[in-house]
């Protein structure tokens, strides 16, 4: 069974920046398009960035130009970089593939934007 662990969150003044990471156990992880997740209190989860896996990349609109989101599968690993933070990006980040089945979701990394 795969499981995921996100790290890298923070607390972070508004412009800033933090690099999420995401380590996969298992197998079978570079077969599958990976995405960022984040939930913000009272909201779902929404997707922020993907990655298929030929490194072709989409973003959510509102972090398109300031999140990068990049993979190394001999790491087993996804990574987001994010940069200009707002207050509006403060959440719990998860990663997981990009479409269902999900793996078992893992703790998440808190990011939290605020001066």
């Known amino acids: 069974q795969v499981q995921l662990v996100e790290s890298g969150g923070g607390l972070v003044q508004p412009g800033g920046s933090l690099r999420l990471s995401c380590v996969a156990s298992?197998?079978?992880?570079?077969?599958?398009?990976m995405g960022w997740y984040r939930q913000a209190p009272g909201s779902q989860r929404e997707l922020v960035a993907s990655?298929?896996?030929?490194?072709?990349?989409t973003y959510a609109d509102s972090v398109k130009g300031r999140f990068t989101i990049s993979r190394d599968d001999t790491k087993k690993s996804v990574y987001l970089q994010m940069n200009s933070l707002k207050p509006e990006d403060t959440a719990v980040y998860y990663c997981?593939?990009?479409?269902?089945?999900?793996?078992?979701w893992g703790q998440g990394t808190q990011v939290t934007v605020s001066s």
């Open positions: 298992g197998s079978g992880f570079s077969r599958y398009a």
């Open positions: 997981n593939k990009f479409a269902v089945p999900y793996y078992i």
């Open positions: 990655i298929t896996t030929g490194g072709f990349t």
